[in-house]
């Protein structure tokens, strides 16, 4: 526990030496928690000392730890693969859907939320890297997908996500984060209050947060090594 503490710690140090060296504010870009596979008990170490956001990628998962977690106030968001017919639980378990990447889990949803009388936060998930292998709108069909979204009211877009490629060489990450940075920058020119980055994990959020990122989504380097590999999650055709 004490070493998931002082963990914890350590990356929010690192988030804030990476804002002094660009000039950015700390307080401007959030550590949300990537808690797949980590159990409850691990998760609050964090949240009481000052987390505030975790993501899930299993909506089973997603479940549990909110009702797991419920005492302690928190947001939770999907960072994974959602499928059509796990709908329900997020309209009613997450407060923003970081995964959005096709028109008909759009539709759908719209029809779920307005059957709830509620809203969805949704960030644009953007397949900044092109690999086959992970989900994500191709970059240059962003601006449509955010333009057919906007007819859903039920749907409040507040900016994109990405996973970088994974790659020792820094630059080629770089480049996937540059362009969601990009791809941001023409969602606020065309009227967007698309305000959220969602890109860096935790080998590289140094370069993420020099690009522009708003959120970092870490698991890592705070909970240490997972049981399985990162494709069990990204690709449900593995
Ligand atoms: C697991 C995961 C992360 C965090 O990755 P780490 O390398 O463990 O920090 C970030 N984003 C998504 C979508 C993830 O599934």
């Not at 378990?93 to 307005?114: G, I, T």
């Not at 998930?125 to 992970?134: D, G, Y």
């Amino acid at each position: 526990m004490n070493e998931i503490l002082q963990n914890y710690r350590k990356v929010s140090e690192r988030i804030r030496r990476a804002c002094e060296n660009c000039g950015r504010r700390a307080q401007d870009v959030t550590l949300l928690l990537a808690t797949k596979t980590v159990p409850p008990e691990k998760i609050r170490v964090a949240l009481n000392d000052g987390a505030s956001v975790i993501g899930e990628n299993k909506v089973q998962e997603l479940v549990s730890k909110y009702e797991a977690l419920r005492d302690i106030p928190h947001q939770t968001h999907c960072i994974g693969h959602l499928q059509t017919n796990k709908i329900k639980e997020i309209v009613k378990y997450a407060d923003c859907l970081q995964s959005l990447d096709r028109p008909e889990l759009a539709v759908r949803l719209q029809k779920r939320l307005e059957s709830e009388d509620k809203t969805l936060d949704v960030l644009l998930q953007v397949n900044t890297s092109r690999e086959s292998s992970k989900f994500g709108i191709a970059p240059e069909h962003v601006i449509v997908f955010a333009k057919q979204v906007r007819q859903f009211d039920r749907l409040h877009i507040k900016g994109l996500m990405t996973i970088g490629l994974f790659a020792a060489d820094i630059d080629k990450v770089r480049y996937c984060y540059r362009l969601l940075k990009i791809l941001q920058e023409q969602l606020l020119d065309n009227g967007f209050a698309a305000h959220t980055l969602s890109m860096g994990m935790s080998n590289d959020l140094e370069a993420a947060i020099e690009e522009g990122a708003t959120m970092v989504r870490v698991g890592t380097a705070v909970f240490g090594n997972r049981k399985y590999p990162d494709k069990y999650y990204w690709n449900e055709h593995q």
